[in-house]
């Protein structure tokens, strides 16, 4: 259905968000190892948002950027950290649709990607088709068994409780290491992407991205200060 070109990070890239490396030279290296068979693959060390800057710089702009599959699941706040949705994000900032995927794990913390992976290219399909909105992305996250159908929701509340731990290397110095508990106040809510995907749907949400709150303009031009 279309010429797919791999650019990709050479390292794990998890909760990097939207870095763009800009103090450092970065590599662009095609790689004929990574098991894509003909697919042009190409690795870069930077960031997921990295990726594209070089790759649409580099290759020509693409009718769609698909981020993903990623190894586990971005929902709710995780957005905010996440660098499989940025990477989704550079696309748009660069003009180009965009979808960001990722697949949760089984309780084993293994992966199956036949199913979400053959979903993932009717959704590329119906979207190279129809277009989206400007300045919107479609975040998708796929349950780990069979899916019992596709719900398309909003962010829910999931966001992970930080903890840290604090430890000592063999110099007796101090390291800390930020760990944290995943927590959904709305969990039984279908509407939101969290309660959709653990229920076993495949969860599609829009994202427009616009900060903006928009209700509280008034609001805000009410109290603050003049110069």
């Known amino acids: 259905m279309a010429d797919v070109v791999v650019v990709a990070p050479d390292v794990e890239q ?7 490396t800009i103090r450092r030279p970065l590599r662009f290296k095609h790689t004929a190892a990574a098991g894509f068979g003909d697919l042009p693959a190409y690795r870069v060390d930077g960031t997921p948002a990295d990726c594209v800057v070089l790759g649409v710089h580099l290759l020509g702009q693409p009718d769609l950027v698909v981020s993903g599959i990623n190894l586990g699941l971005n ?11 940025a990477a989704a994000i550079e696309g748009l900032a660069m003009g180009v649709p965009a979808l960001a995927l990722s697949q949760q ?19 590329a399909r119906r979207v190279l088709q129809e277009g989206l909105p400007p300045r919107v992305l479609l975040n998708v996250n796929f349950p780990h068994g069979e899916a019992a159908g596709v719900r398309v929701t909003r962010l829910g509340e999931h966001h992970w409780k930080d903890s840290l731990l604090t430890r000592q290397d063999p110099e007796g110095r101090d ?43 008034g609001e805000v031009a009410g109290y603050v200060p003049e110069v």
């Not at 998890?14 to 763009?20: E, L, M, N, R």
């Not at 794990?105 to 959704?123: D, K, Q, T, V």
């Not at 927590?183 to 509407?191: E, N, R, S």
């Open 105 to 123: 794990g089984s309780p084993g913390g293994e992966y199956a990607f036949g199913a979400s992976a053959a979903y993932a290219a009717r959704l």
């Open 14 to 20: 998890s909760a990097v968000g939207h870095g763009i």
């Open 75 to 85: 929902l709710g706040d995780d957005l905010t950290h996440s660098g499989t949705v």
């Open 175 to 217: 390291y800390h290491w930020v760990a944290g508990v995943s927590t959904a106040p709305d969990a039984a809510d279908l509407d939101t992407d969290y309660g959709a995907v653990h229920a076993g749907f495949v969860s599609v949400t829009p994202v427009r991205l616009d900060l903006t709150a928009r209700d509280l303009l």
